[in-house]
């Protein structure tokens, strides 16, 4: 079975730190894109950052920029968030999620997501 | 703020059909980027529901079936089932903020 477990949330104070993990298992790790993806107390969905296969390549909105850092192990089978400097508005759940592609390079899709990890930055 | 519009919210009886739109522009759904829809139960992750515009993943009932045309997509829930009760969202590809993108979500309620 596909599975994507996400560990480290929790209550941080503005301006701390906190590592976010997330455990694959049921498919090769190393062959797919992961990403990050959010979301605030009753808000919708935000897509944070990606990295490629090999870790060559990492992308990320422009609202966590300069402060969020991911990456990934692929020995461990397993993605990372690091996340300092953190605000009130990085209050989330965060979700990781494997990125697929169709045949055309037109659209990327998420599936499967974890169940998620949440994070609330308040003092 | 979301760059895929949706309406808030939809209902329908037991049965009926709804529809949800989302609603892009030229630099996402109108530039070609497909279309993917998610399902999320309450208190539960987001789930794949449609992806590339009209293709279910296999164990999605067929009552889900998705639609794409010029700046805009739709997805259509036919024979309403209490169990459909759940926060719908779009998603796509943003050529100008480079980007994945989210719509607005749509909460849909069976009466």
């Known amino acids: 079975e596909v599975q994507l477990v996400e560990s480290g949330g929790g209550l941080v104070q503005p301006g701390g730190s906190l590592r976010l993990s997330c455990a694959a298992s049921?498919?090769?790790?190393?062959?797919?894109?992961m990403s990050w993806v959010r979301q605030a107390p009753g808000k919708g969905l935000e897509w944070v950052a990606n990295i490629k296969q090999d870790g060559s390549e990492k992308y990320y909105v422009d609202s966590v920029k300069g402060r969020f850092t991911i990456s990934r192990d692929n020995a461990k089978n397993s993605l990372y968030l690091q996340m300092n400097s953190l605000r009130a508005e990085d209050t989330a759940v965060y979700y990781c999620?494997?990125?697929?592609?169709?045949?055309?390079?037109?659209?990327?899709?998420?599936?499967?997501w974890g169940q998620g990890t949440l994070v609330t930055v308040s003092s | 703020q979301s760059v895929l519009t949706q309406p808030p919210s939809v209902s329908g009886a037991p049965g009926q059909r709804v529809t949800i739109s989302c609603t892009g522009s030229s630099s996402n759904i109108g530039a070609g980027y497909d279309v993917h829809w998610y399902q999320q139960l309450p208190g539960t992750a987001p789930k794949l529901l449609i992806y590339g515009n009209s293709n279910r993943p296999s164990g999605v009932p067929d009552r889900f079936s998705g639609s794409k045309s010029g700046t805009s997509a739709s997805l259509a829930i036919t024979g309403l089932q209490a169990e459909d009760e759940a926060d719908y969202y779009c998603q796509s590809y943003d050529s100008s903020l480079s980007l994945y993108v989210f719509g607005t979500g749509t909460k849909v309620t069976v009466l």
């Open positions: 999620a494997r990125e697929r592609m169709g045949a055309k390079v037109s659209g990327v899709w998420f599936d499967p």
């Open positions: 049921g498919f090769t790790f190393s062959s797919y894109w």
